[in-house]
């Protein structure tokens, strides 16, 4: 039977578990993946298959506090950073070193490293990140590091950028960073736009999320699903500033070409980070949550999962959590979680009409 959720007037089937592999993987701590193959990329870029085979290890290891990961969109460079720390690599797919990154030291052991890989309008693959200042964002060839935000007159505002994304599209750039207080925030920006002008990557208060003004909330996490934002706030206290913001502990889509949230939930606990795995978002903070893009209602969770307190840009010595110990693969519907030890790899799907398994997540599906 089909187990449909109505929000807004959009009809989803319910998407869940369809199977698991469980793999022991002591010390794993870096996960990507790379043409549908699972690496740690920081034990020296150690395979392992999900058939049961022994991983494989190409290289030496990199250091303990290289803990974070990720992929380009085209599939041809890898990213392995020091999430509390200063110093990034750069990898092409086949594990060989194509240069190192940096980031400013000021306060960098107390937050998520800010740093996104993402395809250029001419289909090279970028970097977005902050190489000098904490709150001053470049765009740069990620081969060859050529900057192409070297013109002009910077004077960017203050914030410390963290957790980067960029849509699918290439256009939009998230930045779920912080103010002092600290306070969570999220800023949004035009790649192409700041191509020709750097200067727009510099103003937060007049960013394309509208910050300031749109949510008073502190933000807990944030990713894109399109070119639309997916965000959640933390269950810090505060005063929503009308019926249109966002209260803590909710779960929202802001489409960014109507200008306007196409649905909100309250939730009974804080989701935390976001990533994105098809037409679904991925919650991360304890364990992972399922929620679907279209309706912002849950469709599976894991609590024998853990992922970890991640609920901040904000991690302090806490920065194996998360973001750190997770990889979707989106070609594959599926993601993979280590908690240092294992690797439980879960692959998603809908279940076949008519089943006693889709019946049962019908009857025990819950609103958060």
Not at 239 to 263: K, V
Not at 270 to 285: H, Y
Request: glycine share 10%; with cysteine.
């Amino acid at each position: 039977m089909d187990c449909p959720a109505r929000v807004d007037g959009w009809h989803t089937a319910r998407v869940r578990e369809i199977g698991r592999v469980e793999l022991p993987a002591s010390g794993a701590r870096a996960l990507v993946w790379v043409d549908r193959e699972l690496y740690d990329v920081a034990a020296g870029w150690t395979h392992h298959p999900l058939d049961g085979s022994p991983p494989r290890r190409r290289y030496i290891g990199c250091g303990p506090g290289f803990d974070t990961a990720l992929v380009a969109p085209a599939g041809d460079l890898v990213a392995l950073l020091c999430g509390t720390g200063t110093k990034g690599l750069l990898f092409d797919s086949g594990g060989a070193l194509v240069r190192e990154v940096n980031r400013s030291y000021y306060h960098a052991d107390a937050y998520r490293y800010p740093l996104a890989l993402f395809t250029l309008p001419d289909g090279r693959t970028g970097v977005v990140h902050c190489p000098e200042d904490y709150n001053r964002l470049e765009i740069e060839d990620a081969r060859t590091g050529q900057r192409l935000t070297a013109t002009g007159t910077r004077e960017p505002q203050d914030f410390f950028h963290s957790r980067l994304a960029v849509s699918p599209s290439g256009r939009y750039l998230l930045s779920a960073g912080w103010l002092w207080h600290p306070w969570g925030c999220l800023v949004v920006f035009d790649l192409h736009a700041a191509l020709e002008q750097p200067q727009t990557l510099d103003t937060v208060d007049g960013d394309l999320f509208g910050m300031r003004g749109l949510v008073q909330g502190e933000i807990s996490g944030a990713c894109f699903i399109g070119d639309d934002v997916v965000v959640s706030t933390s269950a810090e206290p505060n005063e929503p500033d009308g019926p249109d913001d966002l209260a803590p502990n909710m779960l929202a889509r802001w489409s960014m070409s109507q200008r306007r949230f196409l649905w909100r939930h309250q939730l009974s606990q804080t989701a935390g980070d976001l990533r994105p795995i098809g037409n679904s978002v991925v919650s991360l903070d304890r364990h992972p949550r399922l929620y679907d893009a279209d309706t912002g209602r849950v469709q599976a969770q894991w609590p024998d999962l853990d992922t970890g307190q991640a609920d901040s840009s904000i991690v302090w010595s806490k920065g194996f959590s998360g973001p750190a110990r997770v990889a979707v693969d989106h070609t594959g519907r599926r993601f993979a979680v280590t908690d240092g030890e294992r690797i439980v790899v879960v692959h998603l799907g809908s279940p076949p009409l008519g089943s006693t398994s889709a019946a049962f997540a019908c009857r025990t599906g819950r609103s958060d």
